[in-house]
């Protein structure tokens, strides 16, 4: 017997980041394509989830999660978000930022609204648009500054345009939105009347000196903004499913409402891990943003010796290349091609746009151990640009 699926999932197919990744493994290469950071989970993290095992904490939660870890995120949102925020009422604890920006958009938005997208974007965050029957709009922003301009965001606005999604740092360019931009969303939007969800999972992951601005803290933007957060990348858990949304009580409300009746609660014991991580000393943040600003340098710097010239990020894990040059039809054939010559896997830049600008560049991922990456850079040398 087969059953037709959904009018929903049609047309909907893994990413090019699962292909990539098979074939990768496929070949005993080493895989830079996917998103998956590999430093340690901090201590305190691993021992207050087992503690809490142990302790009997394995039943459902309150759908919005226990109170200890919401008070802990208010006070870590005062002190690094320049957020004031209510524990009771205004953080929802979810499945993992995903789960989070899933019921953020079943809870405010009906099938056939508009939401802006800002390209380069997050894969799944366009799934999550579509798999929700809503209509993806797009701002595409130029490489290599990656700059919100607003005549180009009020251009993308159309009659049926609920809202915007973006994250910041980006995955993929690693740019981080400046005040002056953030303060365009905030005119932008409200003229609109747009709900706003940002996605700010890579916060804690910085360089240069650049520092994440949270777009809630920024004009009016609290009233119409979701923040949406997680611990996966922060605590290098991305396996524990364990994020968050930061709204007004009134949105907070609607999205507890979709998170009960999608998730029910996340994991109980884990949520006791995150709440004894964020007690962490302000040392923790400053290494891990170290040990990424050395990591990227690694990369980079073999990518512009053996010609893939980076567009250095300002956040985040991730970094675009270029690869117009090289002798390939698409970004697609480039990342193989890339694959079958030196081993490594990266992720073809069309999976971040819609229109051509992606075909230009491949983006690598170097949340990876320093002598994994000093090993790929060896390898990249097999190309002789
Ligand atoms: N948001 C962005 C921009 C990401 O890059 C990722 C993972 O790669 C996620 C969300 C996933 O977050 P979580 O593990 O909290 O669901």
Redesign the pocket.
């Known amino acids: 017997m087969t059953f037709q699926t959904s009018n929903r999932i049609a047309g909907l197919q893994p990413s090019d980041i699962r292909l990539m990744t098979r074939h990768c493994e496929r070949i005993g290469g080493i895989n830079l394509g996917q998103?998956i950071g590999d430093l340690p989970t901090p201590p305190l993290v691993r021992e207050g989830a087992i503690k809490a095992i142990l302790g009997g904490h394995n039943t459902y939660t309150p759908s919005e999660g226990i109170l200890a870890l919401r008070i802990a995120i208010a006070e870590k949102l005062q002190r690094d978000n320049a957020l004031n925020v209510d524990p009771e009422k205004e953080i929802i604890i979810s499945s993992?930022?995903?789960?989070a920006f899933a019921a953020t958009l079943t809870a405010f938005l009906n099938p056939g609204d508009g939401v802006l997208l800002l390209e380069p974007y997050?894969g799944?965050h366009l799934n999550t648009i579509l798999l929700s029957a809503l209509e993806p709009q797009y701002v595409t922003l130029k490489a290599p500054e990656f700059s919100l301009n607003e005549e180009s965001l009020r251009a993308a606005i159309r009659p049926n345009t609920r809202a915007l999604v973006f994250?910041t740092p980006s995955?993929p360019s690693g740019k981080i939105f400046s005040k002056n931009e953030l303060s365009i969303v905030d005119r932008v939007a409200k003229e609109h009347n747009l709900l706003v969800i940002s996605?700010e999972?890579?916060e804690y992951i910085t360089y240069d000196g650049h520092k994440h601005i949270s777009p809630a803290s920024v004009g009016e933007l609290s009233e119409r903004t979701v923040s949406i957060m997680?611990f996966?990348k922060t605590f290098s858990i991305?396996g524990w499913?364990v994020?968050y949304a930061v709204a007004k009580a009134s949105l907070a409300n609607s999205i507890n409402l979709v998170n009960d009746l999608l998730y029910v609660c996340a994991p109980a014991p884990l949520q006791h891990g995150v709440t004894a991580g964020l007690k962490a000393a302000p040392e923790y943040f400053q290494e891990l943003r170290n040990a990424y600003q050395r990591k990227r340098d690694i990369l980079c710097d073999g990518l512009e010796a053996v010609g893939l010239t980076p567009l250095i990020p300002q956040g985040a894990y991730y970094v675009l290349a270029n690869i117009a040059h090289l002798d390939y039809p698409n970004a697609k054939a480039a990342a193989l091609g890339l694959l079958e010559r030196t081993g490594i896997a990266s992720i073809p830049g069309s999976a971040f746009y819609q229109g051509s600008e992606g075909e230009g560049l491949i983006r690598f991922c170097f949340a990876k151990e320093d002598s994994v990456l000093r090993d790929a850079v060896e390898r990249l040398r097999k190309l002789n640009l």
């Open positions: 998103g993992g930022t995903t789960g997050y799944y994250c995955n996605d999972i890579y997680g996966s991305t499913r994020g």
